[in-house]
């Protein structure tokens, strides 16, 4: 065999170890566990949320009875959680711009609608710290009406805003909102820690309600005391086993615990500024996602530098090889809950295999001479 011809040999099977490489450290999960990670509690009501997990409803229409107020009930105990946003609930329709959501950032919880994860747009808000891992579960209330909306903690008030009115999000379509637990509709911003129970009522519940239901929560245990105020949604969570939590008020709307993770909407090549910080790692993960396609690009170029019809096109070649290389990593992507198929991703990648390519072009007479033996 001819040097030419092992030398040609090691350079593709340089380039498959490349390629391997490169699928790995796309497609690998960063710890997710393909089962559903939402367990029930081993004692008392509750389900616990660790990273991945989600729980959700089917599509729920409750938009007719926004002109009487709406509130939340929602017993939690949260884990310590570092940065980034953590979606704790989600009431979603389809459109982010419409969403109800309660999130947790470090030791703060916020109430919104909307998709202003870092606040930059100003629109209305609560926020209130929590302390850091609290011991017990804590009874968040929220009431919401034409005056404002406003949130206690353990049946005391902490904080209000007349200009956030929360609502159930209606879509165009009337399709209804999902509600979800632990995690967004994408995925990728799952909370940890423990909810004990879950109430969504139809009008605005008063102070002497919340503080009536938090004296009813300590003595009950449980989410029992929400029956007599015709909630529209009651999960008392204490099932303890299975993938349904029964809701308890009567409208039939069930909560599904899956066995595996689902991902209830998928995202395809996501704008960096849509993608919140949780998810974009400005420095790192840009820096590995040039400089990563460097050495792919650096192959296929070598690789179709040998080929005696495409030789004199094989620069632009090797760009666009790599580029649907790149491209299928990022739509394989949309399918893995803790990765997210970014745009960025796909640019950096492609102007990563454009450096190799130019790299190559500048050793292609060293590499000839040195790599095959050619004179």
């Not at 997710?32 to 089917?58: H, K, L």
């Not at 704008?271 to 910080?277: E, I, N, S, Y």
């Not at 949309?334 to 745009?343: A, M, N």
Request: glycine residues 12%; hydrophobic residues 45%; contains cysteine.
């Amino acid at each position: 065999m001819s040097k030419r011809t092992k030398s040609t040999y090691l350079l593709l099977l340089l380039l498959g170890a490349v390629v391997l490489g490169m699928l790995y450290f796309g497609f690998r999960l960063k710890g997710f566990r393909p089962a559903n990670s939402v367990r029930w509690a081993a004692e008392g009501p509750g389900i616990s949320f660790e990273q991945y997990g989600i729980a959700y409803t089917d599509p729920i229409d409750m938009a007719s009875a926004g002109e009487r107020g709406f509130s939340l009930e929602i017993a939690i105990q949260p884990e310590k959680i570092g940065g980034g946003f953590h979606f704790v609930l989600l009431a979603h329709d389809g459109d982010d711009a419409r969403q109800l959501l309660i999130g947790q950032w470090r030791s703060t919880l916020i109430v919104m609608h909307g998709a202003d994860y870092e606040n930059r747009r100003k629109t209305p808000k609560i926020i209130v710290d929590i302390g850091k891992s609290p011991d017990k579960a804590l009874l968040v209330s929220i009431a919401s009406g034409a005056k404002g909306t406003q949130l206690f903690l353990n049946g005391a008030l902490k904080k209000e805003n007349p200009a956030l009115r929360l609502q159930w999000p209606a879509s165009d379509q009337g399709a209804g909102a999902r509600l979800v637990l632990g995690n967004s509709v994408y995925g990728h911003s799952s909370w940890r820690g423990a909810i004990a129970g879950l109430a969504v009522y139809a009008h605005r519940l008063s102070p002497f309600q919340v503080r009536r239901h938090y004296a009813g929560w300590r003595e009950r245990g449980d989410f029992g005391f929400a029956k007599p105020d015709a909630p529209e949604m009651l999960f008392l969570l204490d099932e303890g086993t299975g993938e349904l939590a029964r809701d308890q008020s009567g409208n039939g709307y069930h909560l599904t615990v899956p066995a595996y993770m689902r991902i209830l909407k998928k995202e395809v090549l996501l704008l960096p500024w849509h993608m919140g910080r949780a998810q974009w790692n400005y420095g790192k993960d840009a820096i590995l996602n040039f400089i990563g396609f460097w050495p792919l690009g650096f192959l296929v170029a070598a690789a179709l530098d040998r080929g005696r019809r495409i030789r004199e096109y094989y620069r632009p070649a090797a760009i666009l090889i790599c580029f649907m290389f790149s491209l299928s990593i990022e739509m394989g992507q949309v399918w893995i809950p803790s990765r997210s198929s970014s745009l960025l991703d796909l640019i950096l990648n492609t102007s990563g295999a454009g450096v190799g390519t130019l790299l190559f072009a500048r050793q292609r007479r060293w590499f000839a001479l040195n790599f095959f033996g050619e004179r």
